[in-house]
């Protein structure tokens, strides 16, 4: 089983062309989101038995939450409730389909998660990320749980899927990302997050600083480079490239979350869910688990909103 541990929330999402001159604003509707919630849903629509660690709101946008949850097949044993309220991520989304957010975040459900006692038998990895590792004081909760989880041998893997106006410290924000970098098999990163976590320019050298994070620990880090496709950064393959699978964009929402489920889901149909196999893994095996997750973030693209592709649409 792989669990993942993080936010679940609420994206407002503009309707597509409902703003007027006597209504200048969009209509915004409500969608199931969170990077971990949709990591966790499309785990569950891929095939993965999947478990969903998180605290989520008694409130109706909690229902619905876990509503989703039970249709992707997701296990919520591990989820914790509470009476605060859902997150809510306002989405901005651009003319070439690429998305910002306004995060509402205090006092909601999802920041205070508690560390659980443990998971299930029979987990195999775990996935954290994004802003549950950002708000505290459930952010101390989910790092507790990486380190010990790591420490037992369960394969981990980190996306931190940056939201620079959540990051209160910058500075201190980046000395922690490198001291969870011993505790994780699996690191992956948008180029965005990757030159915001280095505090590069568009001129600095990304590769040797992706080499020097290897160097911390990981097995590997796998890159997004957006339409130009996947690289990976491994100890036994060196780097590895995949070209971006072309598709007419309607947003970007659940993309990055739609990889980190797609690398997850192909590692585990080839037995490659701990940190040994996947730092011996092959060029040619990378660039069948790189395009694979390729596929897949496209799929998520072409659909408005976070909504990850099922199996049969990646076998047809």
Same mark, same amino acid.
């Not at 946008?61 to 991520?89: H, I, K, M, S």
């Not at 037992?152 to 990051?167: H, S």
């Not at 990757?194 to 160097?215: V, Y």
């Given at each position: ?101 306004? &995060? ?50 369960? &394969? ?20 922690? &990302? ?29 590769? %040797? ?45 659940? %993309? ?35 395009? &694979?997750?390729?596929?897949?973030? %496209? ?18």
């Amino acid at each position: 089983m792989i669990v993942v541990a993080g936010e679940a929330l609420i994206d407002l999402v503009p309707a597509p062309a409902t703003a007027s001159e006597a209504s200048p604003l969009p209509q915004l509707l409500p969608r199931r989101g969170g990077g971990p919630y949709n990591v966790a849903v499309a785990l569950g629509r891929l095939g993965s038995a999947t478990a969903f660690c998180s605290r989520v709101s008694t409130d109706a946008f909690g229902a619905a939450l876990l509503a989703g949850l039970r249709d992707a097949g997701v296990d919520t044993a591990l989820v914790q409730r509470g009476p605060e309220p859902t997150t809510l991520a306002v989405a901005d989304v651009g003319s070439d389909g690429s998305a910002g957010y306004g &995060f509402y975040t205090e006092g909601t459900a999802d920041r205070l998660f508690t560390l659980p006692p443990a998971l299930p038998e029979g987990a195999t990895a775990l996935s954290v990320g994004t802003c549950s590792l950002v708000l505290e004081p459930g952010a101390s909760a989910y790092e507790a749980l990486l380190r010990r989880e790591s420490e037992n041998g369960v &394969f981990t893997a980190l996306d931190p899927n940056i939201r620079p106006g959540l990051i209160a410290d910058a500075d201190a924000y980046r000395e922690r &990302f490198l001291a969870w970098l011993p505790h994780v098999a699996l690191l992956k990163l948008s180029i965005e997050d990757a030159r915001w976590l280095a505090d590069l320019g568009p001129d600095g050298d990304l590769d %040797a600083q992706l080499a020097a994070w290897l160097e911390y620990g990981p097995a590997a880090i796998v890159l997004t480079r957006g339409g130009d496709g996947l690289s990976v950064w491994s100890r036994g393959a060196g780097q590895v490239s995949v070209p971006g699978t072309k598709v007419t964009v309607v947003d970007t929402i659940g %993309a990055g979350d739609t990889v980190n489920a797609a690398l997850l889901h192909r590692l585990r149909e080839i037995d490659a869910l701990s940190h040994a196999a996947v730092a011996g893994l092959d060029a040619e095996v990378w660039r069948d688990v790189l395009g &694979f997750a390729a596929r897949a973030a %496209a799929l998520t693209c072409s659909r408005p909103g976070a909504e990850p592709p099922y199996a049969w649409e990646l076998s047809a």
